[in-house]
């Protein structure tokens, strides 16, 4: 093949491709998914023409099990498959599609969060919650992954950090809300599915919660840093990591007090920290505050695990009752509970209130409707962080 013939190949092979990427680019479908109606009703649409049976599988739905309920959508001549829910409360949203018994996301829709190893769809339902969860014309704070020095767990780690607005130019210096993920989570998890910037930014705006600044760790010792992040790769996100609630995170936590007190320009002392988290995070905060109890004036516990695993030795989880009672007579401002009536962590947090109340130990209780979803850990950060530092 002469050279002309090459060239004339390599033109007709160029212009074919930026064709195809110019009607990719122009005839996207013009599909609208979701539509959010004026009566807070929500649209969504898929083309599958093709398709024996289209689901939605949402979080607002009914739920089944530990997981989210579905319903089945309807076909039209079009071959567009439709469903429409009833008027939802102001929050946000999760879902996405099962077809023909394959889960897919809603390529309509560009606004997706991982949870663990799953992408959903998200959507926002204004008028309440959900504009606290919305990016609104606020002052911003600033969101930063930092690395920083773990000397008992001998590796750098990454951590996620929001300052508050006006940081970088203040003198002041700020209390430290540290914040734990659940099981399968990392330092990603509350900044995305709990959308923290978004609430803090509101919250404080509108004057109901003081600046802070909010550590976001990762809770899994034996990882540097979310899948994706760290020298390992890119590697399937997994829900069993060993040395999770072993304390092993738990004695290793003053690294990361240390490493936010030598480089942000926080209060230092017991009055200027929290710790709170959910599920997990909320196991570690309850251990971390008790094992250095006279280290937080502000604990929350969001739907969170009590004991360890009867086979697990730690001294961590020694004396139990003994540094319960210490981190009670050193005092603290706030201890926070919230939990759902139907989580699976329901009795465990009942028969640790009932052990609170027999030692005198104050706390304020939070019961909601609902499980051990992101959409009560959202409204347990928006209530717990309205009350701390007053």
């Known amino acids: 093949m002469n050279k002309p013939t090459v060239l004339l190949i390599l033109l007709f092979t160029t212009i074919s491709y930026y064709a195809v990427a110019q009607q990719s680019l122009w ?41 989210s309920g579905s319903v089945t959508m309807k076909l039209d001549e079009k071959g567009i498959w439709s469903y429409t829910t009833t008027p939802l409360a102001s929050d946000l949203y999760s879902y996405l599609f099962v077809i023909d018994g394959i889960k897919t996301n809603d390529p309509n829709n560009v606004y997706q969060i991982r949870d663990v190893a799953s992408i959903f769809n998200v959507f926002i339902v204004k008028g309440g919650k959900g504009d606290l969860y919305s990016v609104n014309d606020v002052p911003h704070g600033t969101v930063s992954r930092r690395w920083y020095n773990s000397p008992s767990l001998s590796k750098e780690r990454r951590i996620t950090i929001y300052t508050p607005a006006g940081y970088e130019n203040s003198k002041e210096k700020f209390p430290v809300l540290y914040l734990l993920h659940g099981m399968g989570g990392d330092e990603e998890a509350w900044i995305a599915l709990g959308r923290t910037a978004q609430i803090l930014d509101n919250l404080i705006a509108q004057g109901k919660a003081r600046p802070m600044i909010v550590v976001m760790s990762n809770g899994n010792a034996s990882q540097q840093a979310a899948p994706g992040e760290a020298s390992t790769g890119m590697h399937k996100p997994n829900m069993m990591l060993p040395n ?17 007190e030598q480089n942000y320009r926080v209060i230092s002392e017991k009055k200027g920290r929290a710790i709170a988290g959910l599920s997990m995070g909320g196991f570690h905060s309850l251990h971390i505050s008790r094992f250095y109890p006279n280290t937080f004036d502000h604990v929350g516990l969001f739907s969170a695990a009590i004991m360890p695993d009867q086979q697990v030795k730690s001294k961590v989880y020694d004396k139990f009752d003994e540094t319960l009672s210490q981190q009670q007579k ?13 989580d699976f962590l329901y009795q465990a947090n009942a028969d640790f209130r009932k052990k609170l109340d027999s030692i005198g130990m104050k706390y304020t209780y939070l019961e909601t409707e609902g499980g051990h979803t992101w959409t009560n850990w959202r409204t347990y950060l928006s209530e717990f962080s309205q009350l701390i530092f007053k």
């Open 330 to 342: 050193n005092g603290y401002k706030i201890y926070w509970i919230g939990i759902g009536k139907t």
């Open 244 to 260: 999770t609630m072993d304390g092993t995170f738990e004695t290793s936590f003053p690294d990361i007090i240390s490493f936010v």
């Open 27 to 67: 005839n996207n479908s013009q599909l609208v998914s979701p539509q959010i109606n004026n009566d807070n009703s929500v649209t969504f649409r898929v083309e599958a023409p093709g398709a024996r049976e289209v689901k939605i599988i949402g979080d607002w739905l009914p739920s089944a099990g530990q997981g």
